[in-house]
């Protein structure tokens, strides 16, 4: 694709073309769950209804049961900023990704990413005794989830990381790693015997969406070829079972047609045969020759 072909290059007049910044218009999954999103953000600016949404729909690690909180976390945000930051990612990285993948398949994807980092934020909590009194709210799971696998499938995109245009598998190995290092920072505290207090970040949620993409994109696939690899080799496992299986039948009634044939000529020699009958018994005597050679 030449330079004049992008779609952000129009025609001018004169032949001449011009630059055309635009906005990419989201996918409907994206503009969705960016929808319902803000629309909760501005439900929580009544502090009874915020109380509500967050005592039931938040993820605090004691109410790890209640299998819909993490799904419904996903959608909380604590202020603006941590709304804007989560569908920035969402919009820009989302709207390529339901595109590539579909509308169906991103939005497993995504919410699948979420759960991950649920269930990564539990544990953490368990395990390091952190974030305790802090329930998990946001998209940071998914969105995480939706960077690794945009930096896996476009590589050439750009994004602003500190005011500075960055290749996204840069900005995703940035990101990353500073999760590893704050998560391996808390395990050595606990180690240390030190106390950890609440923090407003749950970094193992975001590397729990990340870990969930890796799957999703590297195992899953080669996990589901085996399976239909060895599903394909059952099914021709049957087929030949079924094969063998209907040629003893048809030689059982041959042979049991012959077996009434010899006993029709014991009783009334070979005259009492019939045509066919007689046809039929010169035909197993021809292949039991060549059977035999």
């Known amino acids: 694709m030449g330079l004049h072909d992008r779609p952000y290059w129009k025609d001018g007049g004169g032949g001449r073309p011009m630059m055309r910044l635009s906005i990419p218009r989201p996918r409907r999954v994206v503009f969705v769950l960016m929808g319902i999103n803000i629309a909760v953000l ?138 590893c290092y704050y998560i391996l920072r808390d395990v050595g505290a606990v180690m240390a015997g030190r106390h950890l207090m609440p923090g407003g970040v749950s970094d193992p949620a975001h590397l729990g969406g990340a870990l969930a993409a890796a799957v999703w994109i590297w195992i899953l696939p080669r996990v589901l070829r085996r399976v239909s690899m060895g599903k394909d080799r059952m099914g021709k496992d049957r087929m030949g079972r079924g094969r063998w299986e209907k040629k003893r039948h048809a030689e059982r009634a041959r042979q049991e047609e012959i077996d009434e044939i010899l006993d029709k000529i014991r009783q009334g020699g070979i005259g009492s045969l019939s045509r066919s009958e007689k046809r039929k018994l010169q035909e197993e005597t021809q292949r039991q020759h060549r059977d035999g050679e």
């Open 42 to 179: 501005f439900l929580t600016v009544f502090p009874q209804v915020e109380a509500w949404i967050v005592r039931w729909f938040a993820l605090p690690a004691s109410d790890w049961w209640q299998l819909w909180r993490y799904v419904t976390f996903q959608f909380i945000h604590v202020d603006f900023w941590h709304l804007f930051f989560n569908m920035l990612g969402l919009y820009v990285l989302g709207t390529e990704l339901e595109a590539h993948w579909g509308p169906r398949r991103f939005l497993g994807f995504y919410l699948l990413c979420g759960v991950a980092g649920g269930i990564a934020h539990v544990l953490a909590t368990f395990l390091l005794s952190k974030y305790t009194e802090s329930p998990l709210m946001g998209a940071s799971g998914g969105v995480f989830g939706v960077l690794l696998a945009c930096a896996v499938y476009f590589p050439g995109i750009q994004v602003i990381f500190f005011l500075f245009p960055i290749p996204i598998r840069v900005a995703a190995a940035i990101l990353l790693g500073l999760g």
